[in-house]
């Protein structure tokens, strides 16, 4: 199979978004039908275009505060409709993902639907061949400052070669708004496990959780300024005992 260029990557994300009808549409359909990696893509992001309207309708039916009712007055007078101010608000939202998102989505309530997209980036990069990570190991230094300073906190890459995973590299990817950094690891029956870090905005905390789907198991908290997913095709026990090993290489 050929690797997807970026028009494809669009196109894909169109039909995603219910924009790709007609012809078009029943091509991509067939397509979908007989690839999938593709479809597993497409599925991803459909459930995370539903998270993220699930994290920011409650948003919108709060009270505006004064604030940004004031700056949405261009002159005396002016008032805004309730559904312009919902509107303007949900655009302050999406700018400021570092914000309010941000305390949204890494507050302990909805920990577990940030394990969620850390387990559909495990399915979808640990299936990939020649470019399951974006940096590779062999350039680890530059991969830990470039993930650092785009998630905003300091990033280490655990050692678990005493569990007998070598680690493969990492790659930039999203929690919602904001950015998340992937850590990839194969072990030699070629068996994969991930770890996903986003800044947890909220420093909240939690103990060690651990949800399943299909035959990926993970084992994700928040741990002050980072929030943790740790996912792989393994039992409960072994997950957690990798996790604690993730723990204390951040703790150090």
Not at 132 to 154: F, M, P, Y
Not at 159 to 165: C, E, V
Request: glycine letters at 6%.
């Amino acid at each position: 199979m050929t690797e997807p260029n970026h028009n494809e990557d669009w196109s894909l994300h169109a039909y995603a978004d219910g924009e790709i009808a007609g012809s078009e549409g029943r091509a991509l359909d067939e397509r979908l039908a007989e690839d999938p990696e593709a479809r597993a893509k497409v599925e991803a992001w459909r459930r995370q275009k539903a998270w993220l309207k699930e994290a920011f309708d409650p948003v919108l039916d709060e009270p505006v505060p004064a604030q940004i009712k004031a700056a949405l007055r261009h002159r005396r007078g002016f008032t805004l409709s309730p559904w312009a101010i919902a509107a303007a608000l949900a655009l302050l939202i999406i700018g400021a993902g570092a914000g309010w998102f941000a305390n949204l989505q890494m507050s302990a309530p909805q920990a577990k639907q940030f394990a969620d997209l850390a387990i559909e980036a495990h399915e979808i990069y640990t299936h990939e061949n020649r470019h399951a990570v974006e940096v590779a190991a062999s350039d680890g230094d530059h991969l830990t400052t470039w993930l650092s300073k785009r998630i905003g906190q300091k990033l280490v890459v655990p050692d678990l070669t005493a569990r007998g995973y070598t680690f493969m590299g990492g790659r930039l990817l999203a929690a919602g708004a904001q950015p998340a950094a992937q850590l990839m690891y194969e072990d030699q029956a070629k068996r994969r496990i991930t770890i996903f870090v986003a800044a947890n905005q909220t420093n909240k905390e939690t103990a060690f959780l651990v949800t399943q789907k299909d035959n990926v198991t993970a084992c994700y908290w928040l741990d002050g300024p980072l929030g943790f997913v740790i996912a792989g095709e393994t039992g409960r026990e072994d997950i957690v005992s990798l996790a604690h090993l993730v723990y204390q290489s951040f703790e150090m």
